[in-house]
């Protein structure tokens, strides 16, 4: 009977412990550190230099944000077209690399206010033919799958005259393929494209027609408006002592944070 009893206080400790490390964990999660989504092959605002180091606007813009907050950073890769499920499995705290506002993610995360603005362009080789909307008809396009690129040219009527529409998981790959001939176009974001062009001059060009204009945010687990709006408050402040600006300059020559 003793040994019953031993075994069964033994159980219950062991339960307890388990529970205590388990609530010990996520406390030191949620109060310390702030786990951010990234897709680490989307220059400039978040990917991986020539030392493998993790840099960008974005990088720099959340950890200033996070010393607002007095909270340590990580910048955990994940697979882009799986960011939401990331984020409500509590993987990680926030998406936060050219996280493009739209009605059906407001559906799915938190928002803060927009940071900076942006369109989805058509990128083509500089010596293609390709000027105008009209001249991708039988063409083939690529882009980042699950983006906002996919959803920009969905609600083109050019689409429905596209040849193929080919995804790939970054627009890295969409780029090569198009140096190779194997893309006629690649549908992107502006600032993506600008840096590449930057990087490799001559070898792109971008139609003069954008398919949407639109607006980057950082995305928040719903139900927690109290990160939302600590967040928030930690951007306004990099806003208004002039930080926000100085890292924008820094990476794209000017200030192009929304106010």
């Known amino acids: 009977m003793k040994q019953r009893k031993i075994a069964g206080l033994l159980l219950i400790f062991s339960v307890v412990l388990l529970v205590l490390a388990g609530c010990s964990s996520g406390a030191n999660k949620d109060d310390n550190k702030l786990v951010i989504g990234i897709d680490d092959k ?3 605002m978040g990917f991986r230099d020539e030392q493998n180091n993790i840099v960008g606007f974005d990088i720099d813009y959340a950890k200033a944000a ?3 907050m007095g909270k340590q ?6 697979d882009w077209s799986a960011k939401e499920s990331e984020l409500n499995s509590g993987r990680i705290d926030l ?3 050219g996280y493009t506002i739209t009605d059906e993610r407001k559906q799915k995360v938190l928002f803060t206010k927009p940071y900076l603005a942006n369109s989805q362009v058509v990128a083509v080789l500089a010596n293609s033919p390709i000027t105008t909307f009209n001249d991708l008809a039988g063409k083939t396009v690529g882009l980042q799958s699950l983006s906002s690129a996919s959803d920009a040219l969905a609600a083109n009527p050019i689409k429905a005259q596209l040849k193929e529409v080919s995804e790939f998981p970054d627009n890295v790959l969409a780029l090569s393929d198009l140096k190779n001939g194997r893309l006629d ?3 992107i974001d502006e600032v993506v494209a600008r840096y590449y062009m930057s990087k490799e001059p001559n070898t792109f060009k971008l139609l003069d027609e954008s398919l949407s204009p639109e607006e980057y945010g950082i995305g ?3 139900g927690n408006e109290e990160l939302l709006n600590s967040l928030q408050k930690a951007l306004d ?3 208004s002592d ?3 600006s100085k890292i924008s300059t820094t990476w794209f020559g000017e200030d192009k944070v929304l106010k």
């Open 185 to 187: 176009a690649v549908v």
């Open 220 to 222: 928040v687990k719903q």
């Open 73 to 78: 950073v990580e910048f955990q890769p994940i």
């Open 242 to 244: 002039g930080t926000a």
């Open 42 to 44: 989307f220059a400039p």
């Open 66 to 68: 996070a010393a607002k």
């Open 95 to 97: 998406i936060w690399n």
């Open 237 to 239: 402040e990099l806003n």
